[in-house]
């Protein structure tokens, strides 16, 4: 999943985005992690911005061809093996790169404010006798530390009827990617909601086909990791706390003194071995056993 800084060029906040789909908005930065080597192809749908990278993904970033009279257009800015950064542009279908050594480039003029933060927006920079220069990240005196590993939980699963189930459960770290896994080992990226609840958590869902759901028994495996997108590093992986599918079933019974049958359905007659709404076929058998 690709990494995005968004800074906003008035008051320097910084938002870290870990998604393929970001809205562009006035007077902004967007700093995408990744170099223009990676990028496959560049895309103008409607006033959305398309890129496709050559590991498959695509990333669309929302309303970036959007102008909106006395607003400053969002620049996109990809990073560069040579030069630091490129600002990309894009006008009658041309797609072209202007060069910069720093991101304080594409800021207003300084003020005091602007001097202050610098450091921060240029990733490690340090103001020097009135320039800035990069802080030594090899330096033996500075060691940088992988973020904590994501503490996830996930609420009880239940199967299904469409095809589909839903999974919800929280992550402390908005920024993690987390991923469910189905039983053929197929993983599933999650959707993280970026308010957070009152204890500080963040909501998580996503949608696993029913039938690639872990069988009667066995836990649904949730994992996750946090990557600090200014230094590539990654923390161990976070688990969830264990939980299993709760399959309905069906319950038989035969009173022998009535002679008769009785079918006792929890929620949905589900059938734990095929994972699927018992069939009328099934349920007979059932009855004949």
């Known amino acids: 999943m690709s990494h995005f ?29 990744f170099v223009r080597e990676d990028v496959l192809e ?26 909106t009279e006395g ?9 560069d093996s040579i030069c630091n950064f490129v600002k990309f ?30 450091p921060w927006i240029a990733g490690g920079a340090a103001i020097v006798g009135g320039g800035i220069a990069l802080a030594d990240h090899d330096s033996s005196n500075h060691k940088h530390v992988p973020p904590k590993a994501p503490v996830i939980t996930i609420d009880p699963v239940v199967p299904g009827l469409d095809g589909n189930t839903t999974i919800n459960g929280t992550v402390d770290n908005p920024n993690a990617d987390v991923t469910v896994t189905g039983q053929d080992g197929t993983k599933y990226p999650v959707i993280v909601d970026p308010i957070p609840n009152e204890d500080g958590t963040h909501n998580w869902t996503v949608d696993v086909p029913t039938a690639n759901l872990p069988e009667a028994g066995k836990d649904v495996e949730v994992v996750g990791t946090v990557t600090d997108p200014e230094t590539n590093l990654t923390s ?3 688990e969830n706390q264990k939980v299993v599918p709760e399959y309905p079933t069906v319950e038989v019974s035969y009173d022998p003194e009535d002679k008769t049958y009785s079918v006792d359905f929890s929620e949905v007659p589900y059938n734990p071995e095929t ?3 018992f069939t009328p076929e099934e349920i007979k058998d059932l009855l004949l056993k």
């Open 275 to 277: 994972q699927q709404p």
């Open 89 to 118: 542009d894009f006008k009658d279908g041309v797609v072209s790169f202007e060069e910069l050594t720093g991101l304080e480039l594409l800021l207003p003029p300084a003020s005091s404010s602007f001097l202050t933060a610098l």
């Open 42 to 67: 560049f895309v103008q749908e409607g006033n959305h911005l398309i890129i496709k990278l050559k590991n498959g993904e695509v990333i669309q970033i929302e309303n970036y061809f959007v102008v």
């Open 236 to 238: 161990p992986e976070g």
């Open 71 to 79: 607003e400053q257009k969002p620049d996109l800015v990809l990073e």
């Open 5 to 33: 800084v968004v800074i906003n060029k008035e008051t320097l906040d910084k938002q870290i985005i870990n998604s393929n789909k970001v809205t562009a908005q006035p007077g902004t930065i967007i700093h995408a992690k």
